[in-house]
């Protein structure tokens, strides 16, 4: 029994990262561009693949090496069968995915030839994970180094997670994708905060256009209150801010991107591959950019993600 009065379940441990997060379908369309209101236009053919941002995390980091537990919620459909097989051929424990009533989350994506994505989230099943999931995995997010949560779930269920590991001393990355009020408590717990450019913007309340330099949207986050931060910009890699090693810039390699739908999924599963090794935020930044970059190079999230040997 712990201090907040929960049960500790007896689970098979051994795995380094836990992540509480989605999983969907992503139903992608090449477009030479996005229609205005009330326009039709025509695409390419309809990409299926396996997509959510936590699944996409659990994925790239298992394919890195890394001994990875999924909480999760799929429908009992034929997507939910789909988004395990992903999960599980990346070598993803899926104990804690969980099929209910709803249908499987499902993202709809629009790409365009510069590769840039647009997305609308249906969250289905995502909707049903609640923190009696988080309470059900408390033995197995003890047993983990790093815990990985993402708001594509209720933020209630983000918030027992974050709470859950930070109680065990746990470290806590948290991924505030799509952008959300947070907590006090949630933000302190962040180790890192990652956010892009205008998650950091949208959370400080700098105005489009007013964002300023990445370093002030990092040292803003910082005075707001993460442990410690990275702010992720695309081609131009990261910058990354904590005690240990102060405020760091990373660069991205050039890359020609066809794809980006899942980059910064890709960057979060390889950062936390290598935090949970015991690397320092800077250097697991650097390779996370790498990872990042291999990803926007071909189509889809989880199937654009290398393995580690494909890294050389
Ligand atoms: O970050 C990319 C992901 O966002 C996609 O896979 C999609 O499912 C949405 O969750």
Redesign the pocket.
């Known amino acids: 029994m712990t201090a907040d009065g929960i049960e500790e379940p007896r689970h098979s441990t051994g795995h380094e990262l836990v992540v509480v997060g ?1 999983a ?1 379908r ?1 139903l992608t369309v090449e477009v030479e561009r996005r229609p205005e209101a009330g326009e039709t236009v025509l695409g390419g053919d309809t990409r299926t693949s396996a ?3 936590g699944a ?1 995390v659990a994925v790239a980091a298992a394919k890195l090496g890394s001994r990875v537990a999924m909480v999760g919620a799929v429908g009992a459909d034929s997507a939910g069968e789909e988004l395990l097989g992903s999960l599980r051929a990346a070598g993803v424990d899926t104990g804690l995915v969980r099929r209910c009533r709803r249908p499987s ?1 499902a ?1 709809y ?1 629009t790409v365009t030839p510069d590769g840039e994505n647009s ?1 609308i ?1 249906s969250p289905g099943a995502n909707g049903d994970l609640g923190v009696p999931d988080v309470q059900a995995a408390a033995g197995v997010i003890a047993a983990a180094r790093v815990l990985f949560t993402v708001p ?1 779930v209720p933020m209630e269920t983000v918030a027992a997670a974050v709470r859950s590991a930070r109680d065990r001393q746990v470290r806590v990355v948290f991924n505030a ?1 799509p952008v959300t009020d947070l907590e006090p408590d949630i933000l302190a717990a962040a180790d890192p905060l990652v956010v892009n450019g205008h998650e950091a913007a949208w959370l400080l309340g700098v105005g489009p256009g007013e964002s300023g330099e990445p370093g002030e949207l990092v040292r803003g986050l910082r005075e707001l209150g993460a442990r410690s931060v990275v702010v992720t910009l695309g081609a131009r890699g990261a910058v990354t801010s904590d005690d240990a090693m102060g405020q760091v810039t990373v660069p991205a390699p050039a890359v020609t991107p066809v794809d980006t ?2 980059a ?2 890709a960057f979060s599963g390889a950062l936390v591959s290598r935090l949970a090794e015991g690397a320092q935020l800077p250097e697991a930044a650097r390779f996370a950019a790498r990872v990042a970059a291999i990803s926007v190079s071909s189509w889809g ?1 989880q199937d654009s993600y290398p393995a580690a040997d494909q890294l050389a």
């Open positions: 989605s969907n992503d997509g959510g941002k996409n989350g993202a994506i997305i989230v594509e994708s739908t899942g910064g999924d999230a």
